[in-house]
């Protein structure tokens, strides 16, 4: 009985830690609308408070999305100085405008030090869309000041909303998406080793 009770119990760890690997690790990112190298965002920043509402403007061609990625850092950060260490940020996906309707709103992201960031914001549900509508990404932040890059990279389906208006000349370094859990390959040769070692030692029991 103790055996077997050692046995199911092994067994129950090898599940959890290979599902537990595939869920950390085996996502895959299917982006749908962006705008282009983040290497090239460096020629524009603005301070997400000073210049509140601010976001980006996007249209999808996917009906739903659970992922943003931004470019953001600290602003007014000089080297040598103590880096900014208290800020949250988060974002609302809403309808038509920077002040329509929020449809969703991601998790919360800290950042505890200093280094310019693609920021990833993960939503708990897939957020409903309707491919060819007009969507914004609201950025906020609270605590230091936080600056988010972008440029002039003409991208055709939205503009930059700075202070509440619409900016032509202007694009939020950006992609949307969604994140899609997929099993990988050592997960399953976890489990196919635990479903052979249990048949293995049940039969020696048996024996």
């Known amino acids: 009985m103790k055996v077997r009770l050692t046995i199911a119990i092994l067994i129950g760890l090898v599940l959890f830690i290979g599902i537990t690997i595939s869920i950390s690790h085996a996502d895959t990112l299917i982006i749908d609308q962006s705008t282009t190298d983040p290497a090239d965002a460096f020629i524009s920043f603005f301070s997400i408070q000073s210049n509140s509402p601010i976001g980006q403007e996007f249209t999808p061609t996917y009906s739903s999305l659970n992922y943003v990625q931004l470019l953001t850092g600290p602003g007014g950060f000089t080297v040598g100085e103590d880096p900014p260490s208290d800020v949250e940020l988060y974002v609302n996906i809403r309808q038509d405008s920077i002040t329509g309707n929020i ?26 869309l309707v491919p060819g509508n007009l969507y914004v990404i609201d950025v906020h932040a609270s605590g230091d000041n936080w600056i988010v890059f972008g440029g002039d990279y003409n991208y055709s389906s ?19 998406g ?25 039969q020696k029991i048996t024996n």
């Open 103 to 128: 449809l969703g709103t991601s998790e919360i992201v800290s950042f505890p030090e200093n280094p310019i960031y693609n920021t990833d914001f993960n939503f708990s549900y897939a957020v409903s």
């Open 158 to 176: 939205g503009r930059a909303i700075i202070a509440g208006n619409p900016d032509q000349g202007q694009d939020f370094w950006f992609r949307e």
């Open 178 to 202: 969604i994140v899609v859990p997929e099993p990988i390959s050592s997960t399953l040769f976890l489990i196919g080793g635990a479903t052979l070692g249990f048949r293995r030692m049940r």
